[in-house]
């Protein structure tokens, strides 16, 4: 099965001021051995993320590699492969179609994993994430860290929700 996972407060600790370099991002316990616990079970994931920081000008899309180089060496060093990871660099106003809420990074996600897209899971922290992954035909899930205790007060519809991503993968797993 294909899991889709939202980057910051998903994965990593998320910040107000966004996640600028290799060194301020920080995985959230559990989250990192729950994606190899996923991946030893057969399960194909990817990141689709909104990075307007680099829009923002807050950093570069060097810098973003540098993230994500880093992200991936640490599953690797847990015993995992790389995550490929799907962002969108725009800001709000420009408008694209890969920014979620709006679904185009699914659809890349789609013409990726045409075979196993249609049973997707997208686990977010967020209303956007929650929408995109409907927009796209996924089954989302939301969990609690990062924007996930204030999205709940904003859900107008019912889905699964955990505690954080290792919650999510225990279960799911069982």
Not at 103 to 127: C, K, M, R, W, Y
């Amino acid at each position: 099965m294909l899991i889709i996972l939202d980057r910051d407060g998903v994965i990593n600790f998320d910040s107000p001021n966004y996640i600028k370099s290799p060194a301020e991002w920080q995985a959230i316990p559990g989250s990192l051995e729950a994606i190899v616990k996923l991946q030893n079970a057969g399960h194909n994931m990817v990141v689709a993320t909104n990075q307007s920081g680099i829009g923002r000008h807050y950093y570069s899309l060097e810098t973003l590699n540098d993230i994500h180089t880093k992200m991936n060496q640490q599953i690797i060093n847990l015993g995992g492969a790389t995550l490929k990871v799907y962002f969108c660099p725009h800001v709000p106003e420009d408008n694209c179609e890969c920014r979620k809420p709006k679904t185009g990074l699914f659809l890349q996600i789609q013409n990726d994993f045409p075979h196993e897209f249609s049973e997707a899971i997208a686990v977010g922290d967020s209303a956007r994430d929650i929408a995109a992954a409907h927009k796209a035909g996924c089954q989302a899930v939301l969990v609690r860290t990062g924007n996930g205790p204030k999205t709940l007060t904003e859900l107008e519809i019912k889905i699964p929700v955990y505690a954080d991503l290792a919650e999510f993968v225990t279960r799911f797993l069982s």
